[in-house]
């Protein structure tokens, strides 16, 4: 019987074993708050350590009764001590991480070519969805992406409903420059293997936690090579230090359209996809929290943030679009973070910018400037006319022209159905530039008038969609007529295109 009643337990140990493996990509938030937190983990040993030895000194089983004692005891315990831990790990990130400090952005190119981002997420949003023609799909999360120098809103075409997303693939992406305010759709339709909306062991997370288990990914972002689709995600993993953990950048895992995975350590990364977005956007997060832990001890630290508030700080979000802000910056991606004094001011006292490789740079302010929720104030006073209860300031973005810094808001109608107007705000003096079209707004930025050279007057443009790609029918005042594609032409080409007018000259080389 005792045989049996072994074989038994070994068959129901080793099936839990199976179980836990089976649904260990489920577990892994769980799994990662012990791996990512130590503390719990030795003070839990030091109590069942305590715990069998006074049992077995007692030769008694009377000591277990005060297991539940001992529990209690750590939850009361574990609190404080989580507090602890994290401040002390905020404290070693912000040594591993001290910005640089720039007295100007002279240096970096914030105009990017003239590609600029001006279309608000909410309207890519809705561009997408008025574009959807598929009853059995459905958009999935709307983010922002960089390649070939150039941004884009995407966005996974995912299965719609539970059913289908048990039985279905994902079929493709939504590509929109967020470069113009024109309704240009891109559509590349092609079986993705595993995406963040579909289900278990089709779910992007799911691959990539039996991928590398013990870490941590972000955001996913897509990128289009020669007509195949990749996907990048950032992967973070943690550095120990006795009881507490940092979180660094490991590297990257792209996925392609086959859902075959591939691992870029961070510099070969940096060196085959420098100008997509690679550095996690949480980590950046984490990073500027820790710009708050930047005396010596932790525990001057934490005294510091409860009673003076020296040099504190805070993130400010004026909308739906949370901080961090990525701009296209010296034909790269950054990070860039607004920051007030700590309190109730609605003024910015620093700017950091944090690359791709993960280099923090700060410029400080003398005196605050105006913050992006003060900001709006002033939109909304220079448009005294505009009725706020229809149309809504969305996106605040930080924008250099030169050496100064203005607010870029973007004016839309709530159904997010357009761009109404472009309008910055100067943070010294709160003076307001209203821009009605793009192409003004851009020529400001470049310092510099728009000028267009073609050899043709334009009679007609036809829009019209086509297997999910917006087309352009040009009808030319010679009689011919030119036929184009969104899906076969750049970025550049794309904007160019979409912003001509009837009456302009069209050159037909071009």
Same mark, same amino acid.
């Given at each position: 019987?005792? =045989?049996? *009643? $072994?074989?038994?337990? #070994?068959?129901? %140990?080793?099936? &839990?074993?199976?179980?836990? /493996?089976? @649904?260990?990509? !489920?577990?892994?938030?769980?799994?990662?708050?012990?791996?990512?937190?130590?503390?719990?983990?030795?003070?839990?040993?030091?109590?069942?350590?305590?715990?069998?030895?006074?049992?077995?000194?007692?030769?008694?089983?009377?000591?277990?009764?005060?297991?539940?004692?001992?529990?209690?005891?750590?939850?009361?315990?574990?609190?404080?001590?989580?507090?602890?831990?994290?401040?002390?790990?905020?404290?070693?990130?912000?040594?591993?991480?001290?910005?640089?400090?720039?007295?100007?952005?002279?240096?970096?190119?914030?105009?990017?070519?003239?590609?600029?981002?001006? =279309?608000? *997420? $909410?309207?890519?949003? #809705?561009?997408? %969805?008025?574009? &959807?023609?598929?009853?059995? /799909?459905? @958009?999935?999360? !709307?983010?922002?992406?960089?390649?070939?120098?150039?941004?884009?809103?995407?966005?996974?075409?995912?299965?719609?409903?539970?059913?289908?997303?048990?039985?279905?693939?994902?079929?493709?992406?939504?590509?929109?420059?967020?470069?113009?305010?024109?309704?240009?759709?891109?559509?590349?339709?092609?079986?993705?293997?595993?995406?963040?909306?579909?289900?278990?062991?089709?779910?992007?997370?799911?691959?990539?936690?039996?991928?590398?288990?013990?870490?941590?990914?972000?955001?996913?972002?897509?990128?289009?090579?020669?007509?195949?689709?990749?996907?990048?995600?950032?992967?973070? *993993?943690?550095?120990?230090?006795?009881?507490?953990?940092?979180?660094?950048?490991?590297?990257?895992?792209? @996925?392609?359209?086959?859902?075959?995975?591939?691992?870029?350590?961070?510099?070969?990364?940096?060196?085959?996809?420098?100008?997509?977005?690679?550095?996690?956007?949480?980590?950046?997060?984490?990073?500027?929290?820790?710009?708050?832990?930047?005396?010596?001890?932790?525990?001057?630290?934490?005294?510091?943030?409860?009673?003076?508030?020296?040099?504190?700080?805070?993130?400010?979000?004026?909308?739906?679009?949370?901080?961090?802000?990525?701009?296209?910056?010296?034909?790269?991606?950054?990070?860039?973070?607004?920051?007030?004094?700590?309190?109730?001011?609605?003024?910015?006292?620093?700017?950091?910018?944090?690359?791709?490789?993960?280099?923090?740079?700060?410029?400080?302010?003398?005196?605050?400037?105006?913050?992006?929720?003060?900001?709006?104030?002033?939109?909304?006073?220079?448009?005294?006319?505009?009725?706020?209860?229809?149309?809504?300031?969305?996106?605040?973005?930080?924008?250099?022209?030169?050496?100064?810094?203005?607010?870029?808001?973007?004016?839309?109608?709530?159904?997010?159905?357009?761009?109404?107007?472009?309008?910055?705000?100067?943070?010294?003096?709160?003076?307001?530039?209203?821009?009605?079209?793009?192409?003004?707004?851009?020529?400001?930025?470049?310092?510099?008038?728009?000028?267009?050279?073609?050899?043709?007057?334009?009679?007609?443009?036809?829009?019209?969609?086509?297997?999910?790609?917006?087309?352009?029918?040009?009808?030319?005042?010679?009689?011919?007529?030119?036929?184009?594609?969104?899906?076969?032409?750049?970025?550049?080409?794309?904007?160019?295109?979409?912003?001509?007018?009837?009456?302009?000259?069209?050159?037909?080389?071009?």
């Amino acid at each position: 019987m005792n =045989l049996k *009643k $072994k074989i038994y337990q #070994t068959i129901i %140990i080793i099936l &839990l074993l199976i179980l836990i /493996y089976a @649904i260990a990509p !489920v577990l892994h938030p769980f799994a990662m708050f012990f791996y990512a937190n130590p503390i719990i983990i030795e003070v839990f040993a030091i109590f069942a350590l305590i715990v069998v030895v006074w049992a077995y000194k007692n030769r008694s089983l009377e000591a277990l009764k005060h297991t539940a004692t001992a529990i209690l005891i750590i939850s009361i315990i574990l609190s404080p001590l989580l507090y602890y831990t994290n401040a002390c790990s905020l404290t070693t990130l912000q040594k591993e991480h001290i910005p640089n400090n720039i007295k100007d952005f002279q240096k970096l190119d914030f105009r990017n070519g003239g590609y600029l981002r001006v =279309l608000p *997420k $909410k309207v890519a949003e #809705t561009y997408m %969805i008025s574009s &959807l023609e598929y009853p059995r /799909y459905t @958009i999935g999360e !709307v983010h922002i992406t960089t390649f070939n120098n150039s941004m884009f809103w995407f966005s996974y075409l995912e299965p719609d409903g539970l059913f289908n997303r048990i039985i279905l693939k994902s079929r493709g992406v939504f590509l929109i420059p967020a470069n113009t305010t024109e309704r240009v759709i891109i559509r590349k339709e092609k079986r993705i293997e595993y995406t963040p909306g579909q289900l278990i062991t089709d779910n992007l997370y799911w691959k990539l936690y039996r991928f590398d288990y013990f870490a941590d990914y972000g955001k996913p972002r897509v990128v289009v090579e020669n007509s195949h689709i990749y996907t990048i995600v950032p992967q973070i *993993k943690y550095k120990f230090h006795l009881f507490y953990t940092t979180p660094y950048w490991s590297g990257i895992v792209v @996925i392609d359209e086959d859902g075959n995975m591939r691992y870029y350590s961070k510099e070969s990364a940096l060196k085959k996809f420098g100008s997509c977005v690679i550095f996690p956007e949480s980590l950046a997060k984490r990073i500027i929290e820790s710009q708050n832990y930047w005396k010596n001890s932790t525990i001057e630290n934490i005294l510091n943030l409860w009673l003076k508030h020296e040099n504190e700080i805070e993130l400010v979000d004026a909308d739906g679009n949370k901080q961090p802000y990525l701009i296209m910056v010296n034909n790269k991606p950054y990070w860039i973070f607004a920051v007030e004094p700590y309190g109730r001011a609605y003024g910015i006292s620093k700017i950091f910018i944090i690359s791709m490789a993960g280099k923090v740079e700060e410029c400080k302010f003398n005196e605050p400037k105006i913050g992006p929720i003060k900001g709006m104030d002033y939109v909304q006073k220079a448009l005294p006319t505009y009725d706020w209860d229809k149309f809504e300031i969305v996106e605040p973005l930080p924008i250099f022209v030169g050496n100064k810094l203005y607010w870029r808001y973007v004016i839309i109608p709530k159904s997010g159905g357009g761009v109404s107007k472009i309008v910055l705000v100067d943070v010294d003096t709160g003076e307001v530039k209203i821009f009605n079209s793009t192409e003004s707004y851009k020529a400001f930025i470049l310092g510099k008038s728009v000028k267009k050279s073609k050899s043709v007057v334009i009679k007609e443009i036809i829009t019209y969609e086509k297997f999910g790609n917006t087309h352009w029918i040009i009808v030319l005042s010679n009689g011919s007529y030119v036929d184009l594609s969104s899906e076969n032409m750049s970025a550049d080409k794309i904007i160019r295109i979409s912003n001509l007018k009837v009456g302009e000259t069209f050159n037909i080389s071009n």
